[in-house]
């Protein structure tokens, strides 16, 4: 019976690990508790009320901070605009391409731009919707509720911070170069690291897998 109960614990904090949440913005709820899932897509099964936590967001974009527990992982980033559930359509994705993040710990992004075209204004309410696989080309999915707000203050150095060993580059078609991302001051990948690990980390093979698994939802 012990056995038993210990095997079981063991499954759970590993189901528990391969989750991430969203540090800043505030995310929507708890998506480690059921009924929510982070398998469900858009939002984990989370779903917006009136009371919905929304962050204020600077006008430019702002800081995404996730938690990541994984040796590497993948990120996408959408933006739906929109109060109630929100759409995440291709043309509304805030990252180009895969960004691959290697270490697990807090990775952090100052400054998230915009896409081309996207007229915000105050007070408009959006959705950033933070997508995220592995090797397993399994996604992940959870989502934060903002505000674009010229009041909105930029997340300072100290707060918007990589843990020891985190870095993140975005992957190339192909998955052969990778340019890296500028997080914070503290990062020290250089470019050939960040192409090091990019080349290391992730065969033609597992990005193949799971650009199909981030290609179904735009």
Known sequence: ??????LLAASLLATASAHFSIESPEMRGDSFEAPASQWIYPCA????TARTNRTLWPLTGGA?????HHPWTYVYLNLGIGT???AFPGNMSITTSLLNVTGNGTFCIPQVKLPAGLVVTEGLNATLQVVTGGASGSALYNCADI???AAATALSSEVCMNSTGVSGAYVTPGGSQAAVVNTTANSTTTKSAAHREGGSLMGAAVVGVVAVAFSWFL
């Not at 019976?1 to 210990?6: I, S, Y």
């Not at 099964?45 to 917006?48: A, E, F, I, R, S």
């Not at 995404?64 to 990541?68: E, H, P």
Request: charged share 10%; glycine share 4%.
């Open 1 to 6: 019976m012990l056995a038993q109960t210990l």
């Open 45 to 48: 099964g989370v779903n917006q």
């Open 64 to 68: 995404v901070a996730l938690d990541l």
């Open 84 to 86: 109630d559930y929100p």
């Open 147 to 149: 505000t674009f707000a």
